[in-house]
């Protein structure tokens, strides 16, 4: 596969055809996964979760976030890395800055923060000197104790209307790419119509750009023995963990995951 750029996921977009987005953690599953055909590795906070086993994204530290997109980067073969600014790491234009460059020089591409529009001038910011930003909007993960749990987001009409404006700003403020988590999929597909940038949806239905996991959630892996409505388990009926990946990347492809059960 040729290098993924941000204009290979601008022309998937145009050309109506999914973008596929894997969490990895290191080298060998970004090398594994990057077989299977995942565009887009995303180094994400989840790791707080699923490896060192936390029960929120909070405690993850930046210096955590560096060292396994150090990993992931020995791994890659051509997948464009994003990797997540950790909690409270960016709520200062000065801490975006220092925390962005020092993802970018572990081997990240683009980065990725939680919120709305009042990131507008970090995302500004960071794009002039040179760091392609994607925001993760819906359930933001980072506020989780604000949002009162792992719950839903935009099914108001209000709170519906202020994502797709949020999401309207942060195209205009330099933002290269949206990840929406757990909103309705008719507002996902309205959002997605709506700007020109890529959307990746987890949890937001089936039209949007693309498609996320978490890697260890795919592959039916899970601490607490519970899964949330929006993740299938690709393992099932696969012989090992390269097929599964590759199922992932086939069935986002074809349109045929995400399915209406795993939709809100
Ligand atoms: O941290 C993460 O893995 C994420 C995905 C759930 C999108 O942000």
Redesign the pocket.
Known sequence: MPDVTLTTLNKLKRNGEKIV?L?AYDATFAHMECQAGVEVI?I????GMVLQGHDS?LPVTIDDMAYHTQCVKRGNQGALIMA?LSFMTYATLEQALANSARLMQAGAHMV?I?GGSWLAESVTTLVRNGIPVCV?LGLT?QTVNVLGGYKVQGREEAQAKALLADCKALEAAGASML?L?CVPSSLAAEITRSVGIPV?G?GAGSETDGQ???VHDMLGLSLSGRMPRFVKNFMTGQPDIQSAVRAYVEAVKAVEFPAAEHEF
């Open positions: 987005c969490t995303l994400g906070d989840s790791l994204t997540d990725k939680e993760h993960p990840v988590e990746i987890i996320v996991l978490v």
